[in-house]
């Protein structure tokens, strides 16, 4: 005799291997570690200050 599936439970199953790969790609697409958001930051706020101080006043 077959084994009796119940459709929910495989839907669900189904519906949570999907998520979790999505996150796994998500993670991998717009993850980054905190040593990099900060290090990111401070290289754009210093280059903006170097460049504000070039400026020329034509005052």
């Known amino acids: 005799m077959n084994n009796v599936t119940n459709l929910n439970q495989f839907r669900k199953h189904k519906a949570q291997v ?3 790969v999505r ?3 998500n993670s991998v697409k717009f993850g980054r570690a905190k040593d ?3 290090r990111s930051l401070a ?3 210093k280059s903006k200050a ?3 101080n ?3 006043d034509d005052t």
């Open 23 to 25: 996150a796994k790609s």
């Open 50 to 52: 170097n460049l504000d």
């Open 54 to 56: 070039h400026k020329r």
């Open 43 to 45: 290289e754009t706020a």
């Open 18 to 20: 999907e998520k979790k």
């Open 36 to 38: 990099d958001k900060n």
